[in-house]
Protein backbone atom coordinates (compact mmCIF):
# COMPACT_ATOMS: atom_id res chain seq x y z
CA UNK A 1 0.00 0.00 0.00
CA UNK A 2 0.80 3.75 0.32
CA UNK A 3 3.76 4.30 2.33
CA UNK A 4 1.87 7.77 3.54
CA UNK A 5 -1.03 6.46 4.56
CA UNK A 6 0.47 3.30 6.23
CA UNK A 7 0.98 4.84 9.35
CA UNK A 8 -2.57 6.69 8.94
CA UNK A 9 -4.92 3.45 10.35
CA UNK A 10 -8.25 4.13 11.73
CA UNK A 11 -9.48 1.82 14.74
CA UNK A 12 -12.60 4.11 15.60
CA UNK A 13 -16.08 2.26 15.85
CA UNK A 14 -19.15 3.22 15.91
CA UNK A 15 -21.29 1.30 18.26
CA UNK A 16 -23.91 1.62 21.53
CA UNK A 17 -23.63 -0.04 24.94
CA UNK A 18 -24.39 -3.09 24.18
CA UNK A 19 -22.44 -3.75 20.79
CA UNK A 20 -25.25 -3.05 18.59
CA UNK A 21 -27.41 0.16 17.26
CA UNK A 22 -31.08 0.42 18.17
CA UNK A 23 -32.20 -1.02 14.83
CA UNK A 24 -30.34 -4.59 16.45
CA UNK A 25 -27.25 -4.13 14.16
CA UNK A 26 -23.58 -5.02 14.35
CA UNK A 27 -21.16 -2.49 14.62
CA UNK A 28 -19.99 -0.44 11.80
CA UNK A 29 -16.43 -0.15 11.32
CA UNK A 30 -14.62 3.11 10.24
CA UNK A 31 -13.12 2.17 6.92
CA UNK A 32 -8.97 2.20 7.00
CA UNK A 33 -7.42 4.72 5.18
CA UNK A 34 -4.65 2.66 4.71
CA UNK A 35 -4.20 -1.40 5.68
CA UNK A 36 -0.94 -2.27 5.23
CA UNK A 37 -1.06 -5.98 3.64
CA UNK A 38 -4.32 -5.53 2.46
CA UNK A 39 -4.80 -6.21 -1.05
CA UNK A 40 -7.45 -3.54 -3.04
CA UNK A 41 -8.35 -3.88 -6.37
CA UNK A 42 -6.07 -1.51 -8.29
CA UNK A 43 -7.71 1.12 -10.78
CA UNK A 44 -5.87 2.05 -14.09
CA UNK A 45 -3.06 4.43 -13.78
CA UNK A 46 -4.69 7.64 -13.48
CA UNK A 47 -3.89 10.91 -15.59
CA UNK A 48 -1.94 13.38 -15.29
CA UNK A 49 -3.47 15.90 -12.99
CA UNK A 50 -5.30 18.36 -15.07
CA UNK A 51 -3.88 21.77 -16.01
CA UNK A 52 -5.35 25.09 -14.23
CA UNK A 53 -6.34 26.68 -17.13
CA UNK A 54 -9.79 25.21 -18.27
CA UNK A 55 -11.97 26.01 -20.68
CA UNK A 56 -15.46 27.89 -20.16
CA UNK A 57 -18.63 28.71 -22.42
CA UNK A 58 -17.68 31.57 -24.48
CA UNK A 59 -21.52 32.98 -24.92
CA UNK A 60 -22.02 33.51 -21.39
CA UNK A 61 -18.49 35.05 -21.28
CA UNK A 62 -18.77 37.06 -24.09
CA UNK A 63 -22.30 38.30 -23.45
CA UNK A 64 -21.71 39.01 -19.36
CA UNK A 65 -25.42 37.64 -18.42
CA UNK A 66 -24.19 39.15 -15.11
CA UNK A 67 -24.09 42.66 -13.81
CA UNK A 68 -20.20 42.68 -12.36
CA UNK A 69 -21.62 45.19 -9.63
CA UNK A 70 -20.84 43.48 -6.30
CA UNK A 71 -24.54 45.46 -5.05
CA UNK A 72 -27.42 46.90 -6.85
CA UNK A 73 -30.55 48.98 -5.69
CA UNK A 74 -34.03 46.50 -5.13
CA UNK A 75 -34.92 48.24 -8.15
CA UNK A 76 -32.81 46.92 -11.17
CA UNK A 77 -34.91 44.26 -12.13
CA UNK A 78 -34.52 44.64 -16.00
CA UNK A 79 -31.47 46.27 -18.24
CA UNK A 80 -31.47 45.80 -22.21
CA UNK A 81 -29.05 46.71 -24.50
CA UNK A 82 -27.87 46.71 -28.56
CA UNK A 83 -24.29 45.99 -29.98
CA UNK A 84 -23.11 45.63 -33.90
CA UNK A 85 -22.17 42.41 -34.95
CA UNK A 86 -21.28 41.10 -38.15
CA UNK A 87 -23.06 43.96 -39.95
CA UNK A 88 -26.13 43.49 -37.87
CA UNK A 89 -27.68 44.75 -34.65
CA UNK A 90 -27.86 42.46 -31.93
CA UNK A 91 -30.33 42.81 -28.66
CA UNK A 92 -30.08 41.25 -25.27
CA UNK A 93 -32.36 42.05 -22.35
CA UNK A 94 -32.68 40.89 -18.90
CA UNK A 95 -35.73 40.67 -16.07
CA UNK A 96 -35.88 39.58 -12.76
CA UNK A 97 -38.22 40.52 -10.17
CA UNK A 98 -37.28 42.63 -6.92
CA UNK A 99 -38.66 39.68 -4.84
CA UNK A 100 -35.39 37.81 -5.79
CA UNK A 101 -33.55 40.88 -5.33
CA UNK A 102 -33.24 42.29 -8.78
CA UNK A 103 -31.08 40.84 -11.92
CA UNK A 104 -28.14 38.46 -11.25
CA UNK A 105 -25.05 40.20 -9.95
CA UNK A 106 -21.85 40.06 -8.16
CA UNK A 107 -21.35 36.44 -6.70
CA UNK A 108 -24.28 35.16 -8.80
CA UNK A 109 -21.43 35.36 -11.67
CA UNK A 110 -18.98 32.88 -8.87
CA UNK A 111 -21.99 30.79 -8.81
CA UNK A 112 -22.65 30.32 -12.30
CA UNK A 113 -19.18 30.22 -13.21
CA UNK A 114 -18.83 27.27 -10.64
CA UNK A 115 -21.91 25.66 -12.26
CA UNK A 116 -20.27 25.55 -15.90
CA UNK A 117 -17.21 24.32 -14.48
CA UNK A 118 -18.40 21.14 -12.51
CA UNK A 119 -20.98 20.70 -15.68
CA UNK A 120 -17.76 20.41 -18.19
CA UNK A 121 -15.84 18.39 -15.41
CA UNK A 122 -18.94 16.02 -15.11
CA UNK A 123 -18.80 14.95 -19.21
CA UNK A 124 -21.37 17.70 -20.15
CA UNK A 125 -24.71 15.21 -18.88
CA UNK A 126 -27.16 14.72 -21.91
CA UNK A 127 -29.94 16.28 -19.40
CA UNK A 128 -27.44 18.93 -18.82
CA UNK A 129 -28.30 18.23 -15.34
CA UNK A 130 -25.13 18.16 -12.98
CA UNK A 131 -25.18 16.82 -9.58
CA UNK A 132 -23.60 18.19 -6.66
CA UNK A 133 -23.18 19.39 -3.19
CA UNK A 134 -23.57 23.14 -1.71
CA UNK A 135 -19.57 23.37 -0.72
CA UNK A 136 -18.59 21.51 -4.06
CA UNK A 137 -20.20 24.94 -5.43
CA UNK A 138 -18.88 27.24 -3.23
CA UNK A 139 -15.33 25.33 -3.61
CA UNK A 140 -15.26 26.03 -7.31
CA UNK A 141 -16.41 29.57 -6.73
CA UNK A 142 -13.50 30.62 -4.58
CA UNK A 143 -16.02 30.90 -1.79
CA UNK A 144 -15.74 30.23 1.74
CA UNK A 145 -18.40 27.58 3.00
CA UNK A 146 -20.28 29.58 5.79
CA UNK A 147 -23.22 30.55 6.91
CA UNK A 148 -22.62 33.89 5.00
CA UNK A 149 -21.66 32.09 1.31
CA UNK A 150 -24.63 29.42 2.08
CA UNK A 151 -27.04 32.39 2.19
CA UNK A 152 -25.37 33.64 -0.80
CA UNK A 153 -25.39 30.45 -3.02
CA UNK A 154 -29.29 29.89 -2.18
CA UNK A 155 -30.22 33.78 -3.23
CA UNK A 156 -28.06 33.31 -6.07
CA UNK A 157 -29.67 29.86 -7.87
CA UNK A 158 -32.73 31.60 -6.70
CA UNK A 159 -31.55 34.18 -9.05
CA UNK A 160 -30.41 32.29 -11.70
CA UNK A 161 -33.30 30.89 -11.92
CA UNK A 162 -35.89 33.50 -12.23
CA UNK A 163 -34.05 35.94 -14.32
CA UNK A 164 -35.40 35.82 -17.99
CA UNK A 165 -33.01 36.38 -20.89
CA UNK A 166 -34.01 37.72 -24.36
CA UNK A 167 -31.97 37.72 -26.92
CA UNK A 168 -31.97 38.29 -31.02
CA UNK A 169 -28.98 37.81 -33.24
CA UNK A 170 -26.58 37.54 -29.73
CA UNK A 171 -26.17 33.78 -29.42
CA UNK A 172 -23.69 31.98 -31.34
CA UNK A 173 -24.27 28.40 -32.79
CA UNK A 174 -20.89 27.53 -32.91
CA UNK A 175 -21.96 24.20 -34.96
CA UNK A 176 -24.10 26.25 -38.10
CA UNK A 177 -21.77 29.21 -37.96
CA UNK A 178 -25.04 31.58 -36.99
CA UNK A 179 -26.13 33.87 -34.86
CA UNK A 180 -29.53 32.77 -33.06
CA UNK A 181 -31.84 34.40 -30.77
CA UNK A 182 -34.28 33.11 -28.43
CA UNK A 183 -34.82 33.38 -24.20
CA UNK A 184 -33.79 30.95 -21.55
CA UNK A 185 -33.17 31.03 -17.67
CA UNK A 186 -29.12 30.37 -17.39
CA UNK A 187 -30.53 27.56 -14.83
CA UNK A 188 -33.92 25.69 -15.93
CA UNK A 189 -34.47 24.05 -12.86
CA UNK A 190 -32.89 22.72 -9.59
CA UNK A 191 -33.85 20.74 -6.73
CA UNK A 192 -31.79 19.79 -3.35
CA UNK A 193 -32.05 17.98 0.17
CA UNK A 194 -30.75 19.81 2.93
CA UNK A 195 -31.39 19.89 6.88
CA UNK A 196 -32.24 23.55 6.98
CA UNK A 197 -35.76 24.54 5.77
CA UNK A 198 -34.73 27.94 3.55
CA UNK A 199 -31.03 27.90 3.34
CA UNK A 200 -28.63 25.78 1.73
CA UNK A 201 -25.79 24.59 3.26
CA UNK A 202 -22.44 22.77 2.68
CA UNK A 203 -23.55 19.10 2.67
CA UNK A 204 -26.89 20.15 0.70
CA UNK A 205 -27.02 17.65 -2.18
CA UNK A 206 -28.37 19.66 -5.23
CA UNK A 207 -29.14 18.29 -8.73
CA UNK A 208 -29.17 21.67 -11.25
CA UNK A 209 -30.19 21.61 -14.69
CA UNK A 210 -28.72 24.25 -16.60
CA UNK A 211 -30.22 26.43 -19.96
CA UNK A 212 -30.61 23.79 -23.51
CA UNK A 213 -28.69 26.53 -25.31
CA UNK A 214 -25.54 26.52 -22.81
CA UNK A 215 -25.19 22.70 -22.68
CA UNK A 216 -25.53 22.22 -26.53
CA UNK A 217 -22.93 25.63 -26.94
CA UNK A 218 -20.28 23.68 -24.84
CA UNK A 219 -20.80 20.02 -26.28
CA UNK A 220 -20.83 21.93 -29.90
CA UNK A 221 -16.70 22.95 -28.51
CA UNK A 222 -17.80 26.50 -28.44
CA UNK A 223 -15.36 27.05 -25.57
CA UNK A 224 -12.98 29.36 -24.37
CA UNK A 225 -9.49 28.95 -22.27
CA UNK A 226 -10.13 30.54 -18.69
CA UNK A 227 -7.16 30.48 -15.93
CA UNK A 228 -9.35 29.62 -13.12
CA UNK A 229 -5.73 29.87 -10.59
CA UNK A 230 -5.16 33.16 -11.44
CA UNK A 231 -9.47 33.82 -10.93
CA UNK A 232 -9.11 32.49 -7.59
CA UNK A 233 -6.41 34.17 -7.19
CA UNK A 234 -8.77 37.94 -6.97
CA UNK A 235 -9.81 39.04 -4.05
CA UNK A 236 -13.51 41.30 -5.33
CA UNK A 237 -16.51 39.86 -7.23
CA UNK A 238 -16.18 42.61 -9.54
CA UNK A 239 -12.26 42.06 -10.70
CA UNK A 240 -13.39 38.32 -11.05
CA UNK A 241 -16.42 39.48 -13.19
CA UNK A 242 -14.84 42.41 -14.97
CA UNK A 243 -11.69 39.54 -15.61
CA UNK A 244 -13.89 37.11 -17.12
CA UNK A 245 -15.46 39.80 -19.74
CA UNK A 246 -12.08 40.86 -20.78
CA UNK A 247 -10.76 37.89 -21.52
CA UNK A 248 -13.76 36.80 -23.40
CA UNK A 249 -12.84 40.08 -25.44
CA UNK A 250 -9.41 38.66 -26.15
CA UNK A 251 -11.11 36.07 -28.43
CA UNK A 252 -12.96 36.46 -31.99
CA UNK A 253 -16.52 35.35 -31.46
CA UNK A 254 -16.79 33.88 -34.87
CA UNK A 255 -13.02 31.83 -34.37
CA UNK A 256 -12.28 31.31 -30.96
CA UNK A 257 -8.93 30.64 -31.95
CA UNK A 258 -7.87 34.19 -33.02
CA UNK A 259 -7.19 36.43 -30.04
CA UNK A 260 -6.03 40.49 -30.23
CA UNK A 261 -3.89 42.22 -27.72
CA UNK A 262 -6.07 45.16 -27.14
CA UNK A 263 -9.34 45.98 -26.83
CA UNK A 264 -11.05 49.53 -27.35
CA UNK A 265 -14.87 50.40 -26.45
CA UNK A 266 -17.17 52.95 -25.75
CA UNK A 267 -17.22 53.75 -22.18
CA UNK A 268 -21.22 54.33 -22.00
CA UNK A 269 -21.46 51.22 -24.11
CA UNK A 270 -18.87 49.09 -21.66
CA UNK A 271 -20.80 50.40 -18.80
CA UNK A 272 -24.12 48.34 -20.61
CA UNK A 273 -22.04 45.35 -21.51
CA UNK A 274 -21.08 45.66 -17.68
CA UNK A 275 -24.38 46.05 -16.60
CA UNK A 276 -22.96 49.33 -14.44
CA UNK A 277 -26.70 51.02 -12.71
CA UNK A 278 -25.57 54.61 -12.78
CA UNK A 279 -24.51 55.41 -15.97
CA UNK A 280 -22.89 58.97 -15.61
CA UNK A 281 -19.08 58.75 -17.26
CA UNK A 282 -17.50 59.93 -13.99
CA UNK A 283 -19.45 57.16 -12.28
CA UNK A 284 -18.40 54.40 -14.59
CA UNK A 285 -15.02 55.50 -14.15
CA UNK A 286 -15.18 55.24 -10.59
CA UNK A 287 -16.79 51.85 -10.54
CA UNK A 288 -14.43 49.93 -12.43
CA UNK A 289 -11.29 51.84 -10.81
CA UNK A 290 -10.53 49.62 -8.21
CA UNK A 291 -11.07 46.27 -10.53
CA UNK A 292 -8.59 48.17 -13.52
CA UNK A 293 -5.83 48.48 -10.59
CA UNK A 294 -5.98 44.86 -9.10
CA UNK A 295 -5.83 43.28 -13.15
CA UNK A 296 -3.13 45.87 -13.51
CA UNK A 297 -0.99 45.15 -10.60
CA UNK A 298 -1.59 41.36 -10.70
CA UNK A 299 0.07 41.77 -14.30
CA UNK A 300 -3.31 40.53 -16.64
CA UNK A 301 -3.37 44.22 -18.51
CA UNK A 302 -0.86 45.77 -19.21
CA UNK A 303 -2.33 49.16 -19.44
CA UNK A 304 -5.55 51.20 -19.32
CA UNK A 305 -6.19 54.29 -21.28
CA UNK A 306 -9.24 56.84 -21.81
CA UNK A 307 -9.33 59.37 -24.59
CA UNK A 308 -12.11 62.14 -24.85
CA UNK A 309 -14.57 63.65 -22.86
CA UNK A 310 -18.19 63.14 -21.80
CA UNK A 311 -20.31 60.27 -23.96
CA UNK A 312 -17.70 60.22 -26.30
CA UNK A 313 -15.49 58.68 -24.07
CA UNK A 314 -13.31 55.44 -25.02
CA UNK A 315 -11.34 53.08 -22.75
CA UNK A 316 -9.28 50.74 -24.04
CA UNK A 317 -7.19 47.85 -22.38
CA UNK A 318 -4.12 46.74 -22.99
CA UNK A 319 -3.43 42.71 -22.17
CA UNK A 320 -0.06 41.68 -20.71
CA UNK A 321 2.00 39.20 -22.86
CA UNK A 322 0.59 35.84 -22.74
CA UNK A 323 2.98 33.51 -24.66
CA UNK A 324 4.42 30.90 -22.40
CA UNK A 325 7.69 28.68 -22.58
CA UNK A 326 7.44 25.74 -24.80
CA UNK A 327 9.66 23.35 -22.62
CA UNK A 328 7.63 21.10 -20.68
CA UNK A 329 9.46 22.14 -17.96
CA UNK A 330 9.54 25.48 -17.99
CA UNK A 331 5.35 24.83 -18.35
CA UNK A 332 5.24 22.82 -15.03
CA UNK A 333 7.58 25.27 -13.50
CA UNK A 334 4.90 27.83 -14.70
CA UNK A 335 2.20 25.53 -13.43
CA UNK A 336 3.63 25.13 -10.01
CA UNK A 337 4.57 29.02 -9.38
CA UNK A 338 0.53 29.74 -10.20
CA UNK A 339 -0.30 27.48 -7.27
CA UNK A 340 1.56 29.24 -5.22
CA UNK A 341 -0.74 32.05 -5.96
CA UNK A 342 1.82 33.84 -8.38
CA UNK A 343 0.24 35.13 -11.34
CA UNK A 344 0.69 33.41 -14.66
CA UNK A 345 2.09 36.28 -16.36
CA UNK A 346 4.64 36.91 -13.84
CA UNK A 347 5.39 33.37 -13.64
CA UNK A 348 6.16 33.27 -17.33
CA UNK A 349 8.60 36.20 -16.89
CA UNK A 350 10.08 34.59 -14.16
CA UNK A 351 10.82 31.09 -15.38
CA UNK A 352 12.08 32.63 -18.60
CA UNK A 353 14.41 35.59 -16.92
CA UNK A 354 15.68 32.76 -14.50
CA UNK A 355 15.57 29.28 -16.05
CA UNK A 356 14.00 25.99 -14.79
CA UNK A 357 17.69 25.34 -12.44
CA UNK A 358 16.67 28.36 -10.13
CA UNK A 359 13.17 28.40 -10.01
CA UNK A 360 13.25 24.47 -8.83
CA UNK A 361 15.74 25.65 -6.26
CA UNK A 362 14.16 28.69 -5.30
CA UNK A 363 10.71 26.75 -4.73
CA UNK A 364 12.22 24.34 -2.69
CA UNK A 365 14.23 26.99 -0.79
CA UNK A 366 10.58 29.07 0.18
CA UNK A 367 8.75 25.72 1.35
CA UNK A 368 11.40 24.94 3.90
CA UNK A 369 11.63 28.60 4.83
CA UNK A 370 7.89 27.51 5.37
CA UNK A 371 8.14 24.51 7.13
CA UNK A 372 10.69 25.94 9.41
CA UNK A 373 7.84 27.99 10.96
CA UNK A 374 8.08 31.02 9.17
CA UNK A 375 4.56 32.72 8.17
CA UNK A 376 4.62 35.46 5.59
CA UNK A 377 1.37 37.89 5.40
CA UNK A 378 1.81 37.40 1.24
CA UNK A 379 3.13 34.29 0.69
CA UNK A 380 3.96 35.10 -3.36
CA UNK A 381 5.42 38.12 -3.07
CA UNK A 382 7.60 36.47 -0.50
CA UNK A 383 8.10 33.58 -3.42
CA UNK A 384 9.02 35.75 -5.68
CA UNK A 385 11.66 37.34 -3.87
CA UNK A 386 13.31 34.80 -2.84
CA UNK A 387 13.32 33.67 -6.70
CA UNK A 388 14.63 37.47 -7.15
CA UNK A 389 17.15 37.46 -4.47
CA UNK A 390 20.94 37.48 -5.12
CA UNK A 391 21.82 39.26 -1.46
CA UNK A 392 21.17 36.32 0.50
CA UNK A 393 18.35 37.49 2.24
CA UNK A 394 17.10 34.51 3.34
CA UNK A 395 18.76 31.88 5.44
CA UNK A 396 18.33 28.67 3.92
CA UNK A 397 16.60 26.67 6.74
CA UNK A 398 18.16 23.34 6.48
CA UNK A 399 20.93 24.17 4.49
CA UNK A 400 19.81 23.34 1.41
CA UNK A 401 21.51 25.73 -1.42
CA UNK A 402 24.72 25.59 0.32
CA UNK A 403 27.61 24.01 -0.06
CA UNK A 404 27.71 22.91 4.17
CA UNK A 405 26.59 19.18 4.73
CA UNK A 406 24.10 19.91 7.48
CA UNK A 407 24.45 18.43 10.64
CA UNK A 408 22.05 15.63 10.85
CA UNK A 409 21.18 15.01 14.02
CA UNK A 410 20.54 19.32 14.09
CA UNK A 411 18.53 18.49 11.02
CA UNK A 412 16.05 15.92 12.73
CA UNK A 413 15.85 18.15 15.73
CA UNK A 414 15.23 21.12 13.92
CA UNK A 415 12.26 19.13 11.59
CA UNK A 416 10.89 17.69 14.81
CA UNK A 417 10.76 20.77 16.97
CA UNK A 418 9.01 22.28 13.76
CA UNK A 419 6.66 19.71 13.12
CA UNK A 420 5.85 19.69 16.96
CA UNK A 421 4.77 23.17 17.24
CA UNK A 422 2.78 22.71 14.08
CA UNK A 423 1.03 19.72 15.14
CA UNK A 424 0.48 21.05 18.72
CA UNK A 425 -1.13 24.56 17.20
CA UNK A 426 -3.77 22.02 14.41
CA UNK A 427 -4.45 20.01 17.23
CA UNK A 428 -5.79 23.10 19.40
CA UNK A 429 -7.35 24.46 16.80
CA UNK A 430 -9.65 21.43 15.21
CA UNK A 431 -10.70 20.86 18.85
CA UNK A 432 -12.78 24.33 18.55
CA UNK A 433 -13.73 22.38 15.11
CA UNK A 434 -17.37 20.07 15.00
CA UNK A 435 -17.24 17.30 12.04
CA UNK A 436 -18.40 19.40 9.73
CA UNK A 437 -16.53 21.91 9.61
CA UNK A 438 -13.10 19.18 9.76
CA UNK A 439 -15.08 17.98 6.76
CA UNK A 440 -15.20 20.77 4.73
CA UNK A 441 -11.62 21.84 5.19
CA UNK A 442 -10.50 18.63 4.46
CA UNK A 443 -12.59 18.69 0.74
CA UNK A 444 -11.36 22.27 0.08
CA UNK A 445 -7.65 21.41 0.57
CA UNK A 446 -7.65 18.06 -1.55
CA UNK A 447 -9.78 20.01 -4.06
CA UNK A 448 -7.42 22.55 -4.51
CA UNK A 449 -4.24 20.37 -4.61
CA UNK A 450 -6.28 17.77 -7.15
CA UNK A 451 -8.35 20.68 -8.71
CA UNK A 452 -10.67 18.82 -11.41
CA UNK A 453 -9.00 15.58 -11.26
CA UNK A 454 -11.22 14.46 -8.50
CA UNK A 455 -15.25 15.34 -9.83
CA UNK A 456 -17.58 16.45 -8.31
CA UNK A 457 -19.12 12.80 -7.65
CA UNK A 458 -16.02 11.39 -5.76
CA UNK A 459 -15.39 14.37 -3.60
CA UNK A 460 -19.44 14.17 -2.84
CA UNK A 461 -18.67 10.13 -1.65
CA UNK A 462 -15.33 11.19 0.15
CA UNK A 463 -17.41 14.23 2.06
CA UNK A 464 -20.58 11.89 2.82
CA UNK A 465 -17.54 9.41 4.63
CA UNK A 466 -16.13 11.95 6.70
CA UNK A 467 -19.36 12.83 7.69
CA UNK A 468 -20.47 9.47 8.75
CA UNK A 469 -16.98 8.47 10.13
CA UNK A 470 -15.95 5.95 8.33
CA UNK A 471 -12.61 8.46 7.54
CA UNK A 472 -10.81 10.79 9.54
CA UNK A 473 -11.00 14.02 7.60
CA UNK A 474 -7.72 14.98 9.42
CA UNK A 475 -5.79 12.04 8.54
CA UNK A 476 -6.34 11.91 5.24
CA UNK A 477 -6.04 15.71 4.72
CA UNK A 478 -2.68 15.50 6.22
CA UNK A 479 -1.63 12.28 4.35
CA UNK A 480 -2.48 14.01 0.96
CA UNK A 481 -1.07 17.27 1.76
CA UNK A 482 2.09 15.29 2.42
CA UNK A 483 1.93 12.88 -0.78
CA UNK A 484 1.65 15.82 -2.98
CA UNK A 485 4.69 17.60 -1.83
CA UNK A 486 6.27 14.55 -1.88
CA UNK A 487 5.13 14.35 -5.63
CA UNK A 488 3.38 11.14 -5.56
CA UNK A 489 -0.05 12.39 -6.67
CA UNK A 490 -0.64 9.34 -8.84
CA UNK A 491 -0.51 6.96 -5.97
CA UNK A 492 -2.82 9.14 -4.01
CA UNK A 493 -5.47 9.46 -6.33
CA UNK A 494 -5.45 5.46 -7.39
CA UNK A 495 -5.77 4.86 -3.82
CA UNK A 496 -8.43 7.69 -3.07
CA UNK A 497 -10.03 6.02 -6.36
CA UNK A 498 -10.14 2.52 -4.82
CA UNK A 499 -11.88 3.42 -2.11
CA UNK A 500 -14.73 5.61 -3.61
Known amino acids: MINVFKSLKQTKKFNNHAGQNSAGEGR ?8 P ?7 KKS ?34 YEFEIDGQVGELSC ?25 IEQGTPENATISTTGSQILARAGLHNNGHYHAALTESLARLRQATYTMT ?22 EYTSSERLTLNGSTILNVTLANQIARSIRSKYVKP ?16 LYRLLDAKRHDPRDLTRSINSYSVNLLEWANECKIVDLRTDKIRRTLEGAHQELKERGYLQDITYEGRGKNQTVTYSYAPTSEPLDEEARQLVDELVRERVTRPRAVKLVAEYGSPRIQARIKKFRALLAS ?23 DPLDLDTNTKPDPAEQQRRLQETAEAIERERSAAEEQMTLQ ?9 IQLLFKTHLDTKQLTKLHSAFLAGELDPATVEKGVTKAVFEKRQDDVLQHLASLL
Not at 28 to 35: E, G, K, P
Not at 37 to 43: I, Y
Not at 95 to 119: C, K, W
Open 28 to 35: RNQVDFAL
Open 373 to 395: GYKPKNPSAVLIDVIQDDEGKYM
Open 37 to 43: GVTVAKP
Open 437 to 445: DRADRAIRT
Open 226 to 241: LDYAFLATLERPLTRA
Open 95 to 119: FSAAEYGGVPHGLDGDIANALIDIF
Open 169 to 190: HAWRDHEQQRWTSGTFSYILAY
Open 47 to 80: APIQPLVRPTEANVARLGLISIQERIPADFTRWK
